[in-house]
Every structure is written in structure tokens, then in C-alpha cells.
């Protein structure tokens, strides 16, 4: 790569926003660069590689709906993707649409300078490259830098310490090894079934318990595709329609719990159990708002949980005492019968916190586990984590860093005040990681094409959120959340998995309300944003 290549677009990441934009960049027949840190495209999914991997959201639903053709010819043989053949979709999307020509792989942005004489981006790569570009998109995901906690003698270890994000690519074989994991978020509860089977022997550490629900995988039904296919654009729109932009296409109730007899709460919530998936905290329409549906759910999970666990202790060490779906909802495999196989130990790090980790293991306040293999399921830094490890500098050189200092704030969750032509595709402050991802990358994709579209066509230099408009879109989002339960716990939505970070409720509830509001404000010719 030349030294000084100029663009009108930039694009930071090639996962699925990443792809998606240049695709439409290339439409609008601007010349566009996207920088990827991996060896391929796929984000997510090309770096979580982990053991048991793979999507919660149904198949026909976490797929791209832009071209009817590959919606319609691509075959999902099961209700949830693996990994792999997310990755495979993935690869093929790219090859399909040849946009390999235009991803720098294996390259890492550092910094971008935001030029006011030039209103454009200057943009500093780990390889020594500088490029610039007129509009920045930061399509670098939400969940997406690892975290990894400080813990004292990490590098002491005689052993391999992986994180579930940074996987090896080579594939990890367990058999024999006595594994540590810390962590049971998501990733951690897909891997603990999977690492349990294979290794002599695993040792949990968890420090909160999860409220976690089966999957209920299986293969794809192929009556239900061929309905779905046949008016996918409906099915898609339909989905568009639901808070969560609908991450199954079974449709929630529309009552609450405490609108039937307790019988009748326990039958429908059974059913959905047995549904699986999402589809279950769809039981009462207001388990995330109403604090009564809320427990009358949890309480049932909670006794499924002292079923399915035979020892007591063991299932009351599991057991949450938070709000249910407070913390992001995990959906499971196996996960709560792992803990009846006798090579699985479940370490409470909540009563004896970590101390350090040893040449040969992990030791807590009260005990030493001895250990051949860590592994750290100990998530991300969540919505804000990717853009702040680059030096993002906008106007007069004031960094995201310090405009971010107490808490991300942006307009719309696309455009920070200060940072003329910089968009952030799913960032804080719209519903994101509220919702089918897929969807949501979509409309964001869609807005920001047509925003530099309107732009290119007026001849405008640049675009830029106002400090006002900024200011009412965070007080809406913390009106929002505050409505809601999903601030009643620690959750990494608030930032609570970060030490030091802002406690700030990151994403925006409600995708249609959003939607309505970005092509209100495109109505009234980008109201809040300054064109010049
Ligand atoms: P996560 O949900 O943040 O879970 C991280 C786990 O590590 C939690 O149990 C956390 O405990 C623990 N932890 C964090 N820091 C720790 C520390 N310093 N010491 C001890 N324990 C620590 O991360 P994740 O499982 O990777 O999932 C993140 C998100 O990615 C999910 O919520 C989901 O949105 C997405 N995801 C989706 C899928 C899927 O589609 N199936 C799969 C994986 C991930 P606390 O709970 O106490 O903080």
C-alpha cells in the first residue's frame, strides 16, 4: 500500500457492517478502502472460533437481506449457525460480490485525524501507511475487543492461556488436559459443554451465575424455509416491525404475566421452554419492563435449573438472583446438565475472588486448581471498547477518548459532535445489541449510504451531528433505558465488566422507534446535523 492513497470512503472492519458498506460505497460508484485486522473477512466470526460456537439467532433471520438471490439460494442446514459455516456464508458473500479487490487484510487502523482545512480524514495504519478519505466508517463492531483482565501472573503460566475471541486457528484438542475457564457469559456456556466431553477434567470459574435457556438446535425444517422463502421480503419487513428487530420468527406474546392465572403462566412459559431460544423471554410481553412478569419467569428458570442440576448446591450455585434477561440473554446446549459429569467443578470466584494465576494453575483466596490449559471467556469491552483503541482525533484535535471520558455520546448513535464525516455503523446509543444484529447493520448501512449519497449529490464538504441534537439523543436513550430493567443489574451494556470504565447504559431499546426517527430526521434534511 502506497504511503498516501486517497479515498472518499474508508471503512474499518470487514465483518458483516464492513462488507455490507462496501458494497453499497462501490454502488454509488465512490472510490472505497476497507482495513481489516484479520487475514479474512467475517469479524465476529471470523475471531471467535472457540469450541461450540455459534449464533443464537435463527439462520433465516441472521443473513443478509439485500440481495434477493442470495437470500434465496443460500441453504442453512440448521436453526442456529455454527461458526463455521457462518464463516463459509461469509466467504462466499465476499466472493460473490468480489470484495477481496478492495480489503487491505492483516492491517490494523491506529489513528485518524479528523483535517479542517481538507474536511477530510487522515488515517494512520500499524504497517506505516497513511491514507485519507473523505467519510470515515468505523465499522469495527460492538462486541469485538476482547477483554482481558489484569490478572495477576497471566504470563507465569506454563501453560496455554487462550481467549474465546482470539481463538487459534488451528483448533485447540483437549483430551487429557485439566482446563480452567473463566467466565460464563455466552461464550463460556457454549464452550463448557463442548470442552467438558473432550477434556480429563474442567474447572469452572464463575463469578456471576447466568440465567441461560435451551437452544433447542436442530436441523432445518425444510417446509418452514420454503414458506419463509417465498416471501422473504415480507418475512424480513415483518421482522423490522419488532422491538428486537426479531432474532426468531416466532412472534412474542402479547400479554403480560400478570394478565393470567398462575396455571396459565407456567403452561405457556413450559411451552416456550420447550420452543427454545428467544422464543421463550417472549412468554409475556413485558419481562424486560414489569418486574412481576419479570420474577414469574425467573422463578420458573430457577426451578429448572435445581431440576436438571442433581446436586443442590451445586444448582443454587448457578442459580441467579438477578433480573432474568437483565444480563444479555445466553441460550445453551447441555450447559446445566455439564455440571452433573463428574470431571466438572463449578469454583464460586464471587465468595473467593482470584488472586492469581500460578505457574500451574489458578489460585483463588481459599484453594489452588491445578491447571494444563486457561481459557478466559471473559467477554468484551463492549460498544465502546473497538473505537477507543484508536486515537480518534476530530476538531482542534480534541480526542473521542476525552469527548467519551464520562460515557459514550453521539447523535442517533451514528455521528459524534466534533467528528464531521466519521459514522459509526450499530454504535452507542441506537439499539445495536437490543436486536437481530443483522438488522440493525442493515439500517444503519442503508442510512449512512444514503446520507453520503445526499452528500456527493449536493456537493456538501461534510456532515456533522450538532452539540444539541447530541445532547437530547442522550437524555432520550437514558430515558429510555431507565424505563426498563435492564439496569437493575451488572450488566456489560452499562459498562459494569470494565474496571474503571463509565457507567453508562450503552444501547437504545426499541428498533422501530429508531427507525422511524432516522427517516424523520433525513425528512426534514438531516435535522441536528450541520452540512456545509
Ligand atoms: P460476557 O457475556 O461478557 O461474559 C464474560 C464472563 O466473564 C462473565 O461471566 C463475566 O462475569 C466473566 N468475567 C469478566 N471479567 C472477569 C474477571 N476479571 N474475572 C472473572 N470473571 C470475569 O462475554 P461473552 O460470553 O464473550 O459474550 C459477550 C456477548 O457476545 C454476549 O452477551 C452476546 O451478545 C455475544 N455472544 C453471542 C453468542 C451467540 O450468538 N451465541 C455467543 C457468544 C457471545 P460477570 O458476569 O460477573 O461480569
Redesign the pocket.
Known sequence: MSATENFAVIIVGAGISGMYMLYRMRKLGLSVRVIEAGSGVGGTWYWNRYPGA???TDTLEYSYSFDEDLQQEWEWPERYPTQPEILKYLNHVADRFDLRRDITFDTRVEAALYDEATSRWQIATDDGAELSAQFLVMATGS?SAP?I?AIEGMNNFNGPVYH?ARWPHEGVDFSGWRVGI???????V?AIPVIAEQAAHLTV?Q??PQWSVPAHNRPSDPKMVAEIKADYAGFRARNRLQSGAQLSHIPANDFSATEISAEEQQHILEERWQLGGFPFFGAFNDITVNPESNKVTADFVRAKIHDIVKDPKVAEMLTPDYTIHC??PV?DSGYFETYNRSNVLLVD?NAAP?EEITPTGIRTDDADYDLDLIVL????DAMTGALLRIDIRGRHGRTLREEWAHGPVNYLGLQVSGFPNLFTITGPGSPS?LTNMMVAIEQHVEWVTDCIGFMVENDHASIEATEAAQEAWVAHVNEVADQTLWVSC?N?YQG??IPGKPRVFMPLPGFPPYVEKCEEVVAKGYEGFVLS
Open positions: 455459534r449464533c443464537d462486541i477483554n483482565p474465546t473463566v467466565g460464563t457469559g455466552s461464550s463460556a457454549q470459574f463469578r456471576a444480563k444479555r441460550l470466584i482470584i471467556a471473559t467477554g468484551f445489541v451488572q456489560w459494569h465488566n
